[in-house]
């Protein structure tokens, strides 16, 4: 049986895709690695977002040249949003690589390297580029296609868990993104197919799901006169036997309609997550970000997200120092993040993307070190928020979805909650106590002599999509638990389970 490994970088749409990616080899005879170590096939899955991300891919790819060399016969897949934005150019950069298969060919994949390993010729498949031909829409929408996926439990961290693909691309066009030209136009899959998908999830012992779009409140789906949204969509998954919460990400800001706010409020299984990227806090540099709403509006965005559910946590995406950004107008995003009090925020540095809108029009002349400052400073005041609402957490008691023993220490478990597997935070580097014992020295170790023999340090989620570390039992993984927070950090919550 040949063998194969995939590395995956980017965003929840990569991981996702990989693990779709893995389910097509699998079901083609092939076997999963958990490393490069013994693998026929190497499959690296990529994002073009900024210039580091490739950067990184292309040196990496530049190591894979002398594992390739060592094993004769051994193949390299590149794919995701690099291999649509380069094409062909992936061979010329790097020659050895076999197959080049964009986001809307992943059902293809194993075809491909089936083709690649009998013919020895370099496969390439990918859309019909959105910016460069002027074709039939339809047509460039066929090139990026929907495919009904199969769903395997193995290729799955967590069998209780999953990732569903409920739309494919974007249609916004925000000045500074590449997204638009490599997932391609905007289409929502069938609410039957998705449906369908859900069930199946449900009877491989899936108890949550995550529902994956770029602009994933946009969801619209006609048929005759029927028009399904998001919030229809929610209350059909609220129907399927087995899932216990669903959540969805990433939400655009003028697409949170007072339905879905409701269906968020009212669904037993509809989680009070909502990621709503507000990307910046100034209307001028709104606009030339050409995101479609003010400050003003994205405020009574908020104020409405609050005054229906309460208990949301909102989290948010940042770009510090694009185009023409101010000290002024980046003080109006620090503003925003006091306003909104997000849970936490992905903050990024601007990063030119060729091809796209600001890239044509606007000059990259904010100082690196400028975008260094800004991107610390912001956080520092996100930090603060998380730590302070974390910390209105003490005491309380909450439900958690067990997911298992925690992989590190519990002080960089910051990083595991990233949504995007490839960013630039800074890790949390120190655990906040905020009413720890003198004589112990960290929380760690006030869990650890805490504990009752056989149990181990284990996360969970709480609806709100907060980590919580505490002690208990292995087998307890996949279960529902309700636990009482006894410490916050910033991006932790410490909780000792209620032993009913
Ligand atoms: N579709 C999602 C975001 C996809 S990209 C949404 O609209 O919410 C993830 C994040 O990367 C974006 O929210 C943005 O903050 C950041 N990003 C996108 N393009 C970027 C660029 N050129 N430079 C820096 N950050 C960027
Ligand atoms: Fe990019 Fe904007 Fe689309 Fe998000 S909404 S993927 S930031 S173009
Ligand atoms: Fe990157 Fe593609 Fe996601 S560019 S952020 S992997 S959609």
Redesign the pocket.
């Known amino acids: 049986m040949k063998r194969f490994y995939i590395e995956t970088v980017g965003?929840q749409m990569n991981v996702l895709d990989s693990e779709l990616a893995a389910a097509e080899l699998i079901s083609a005879g092939w076997e999963r690695l958990d490393s490069r170590k013994g693998a026929d096939l190497v499959v690296f899955n990529t994002c073009s977002?900024?210039e580091h991300a490739e950067e990184k891919i292309y040196s990496a790819l530049g190591r894979l040249k002398t594992w390739k060399l060592e094993k004769p016969g051994s193949l390299i897949v590149v794919m995701g949003c690099m291999a649509q934005k380069d094409k062909d150019v992936v061979f010329q950069r790097a020659p050895f690589v076999d197959v080049v298969v964009g986001p809307g060919r992943i059902g293809d994949l194993a075809t491909l390297v089936a083709a690649a390993a009998s013919t020895g010729k370099q496969q390439l498949a990918v859309g019909i580029d959105r910016f460069q031909h002027k074709t039939d829409r339809s047509e460039v929408k066929e090139s990026f296609r929907l495919y009904d996926p199969i769903r395997l439990p193995q290729t799955r961290p967590h069998v209780f868990q999953a990732m569903v693909r409920i739309m494919f691309g974007?249609d916004?066009f925000?000045s500074?993104?590449?997204?638009p030209s490599v997932r391609g136009p905007e289409q929502s899959r069938s609410p039957k197919e998705i449906l369908d998908e859900i069930k199946t999830l449900a009877d491989q012992g899936c108890v949550e799901v995550t529902l994956l779009g770029?602009?994933v409140n946009s969801y619209r789906y006609r048929e005759g006169d029927k028009t399904t949204r998001l919030s229809d969509l929610l209350a059909m998954i609220d129907g399927v036997s087995g899932i216990r919460r669903v959540r969805f990400v990433?939400?655009?800001p003028t697409d949170m309609t007072d339905e879905l706010l409701q269906a968020v409020r009212d669904l037993p299984s509809a989680t009070p997550y909502l990621?709503?990227?507000a990307?910046h806090g100034a209307n001028s540099v709104l606009k030339r970000m050409r995101r479609r709403y003010t400050v003003e509006e994205y405020r009574d965005l908020v104020d409405r997200i609050y005054s229906t559910v309460p208990d949301a946590a909102i989290t948010s995406?940042?770009?510090v120092g694009?185009s023409g950004e101010t000290e002024e107008e980046f003080q109006q995003t620090i503003d925003l993040v006091r306003y909104a009090r997000f849970k936490n925020s992905?903050i990024?540095?601007?990063?030119?993307?060729p091809g796209?809108e600001?890239s044509r029009i606007y000059e990259d002349d904010v100082p690196e070190a400028v975008k260094k400052r800004r991107n610390n400073e912001l956080l520092a005041v996100q930090n603060e928020i998380s730590a302070e609402l974390n910390r209105s957490f003490l005491g309380r008691e909450v439900e958690i979805l067990v997911e298992g023993p925690s992989k590190r220490e519990a002080k960089s478990v910051a990083q595991e909650e990233s949504l995007?597997a490839e960013n630039e935070q800074p890790i949390e580097t120190s655990v906040e106590t905020s009413s720890a014992p003198s004589n112990l020295t960290s929380l760690s170790d006030l869990i650890a002599t805490a504990a009752p023999s056989g149990t181990v340090q284990l996360t969970g989620r709480t609806p709100c999509d907060r980590i919580v570390v505490f002690n208990g039992l292995p087998e307890l993984a996949g279960t529902f638990q309700r636990v009482k927070i006894v410490e916050t950090a910033p991006f932790t919550l410490f909780g000792k389970i209620i032993t009913k």
Do not use: E, G, L
């Open positions: 965003c977002v900024r974007c916004k925000c500074y993104c590449v997204v770029q602009t990433s939400s655009y990621h709503v990227p990307q995406d940042f770009i694009f992905f990024f540095k601007y990063s030119v993307r796209n600001a995007y």
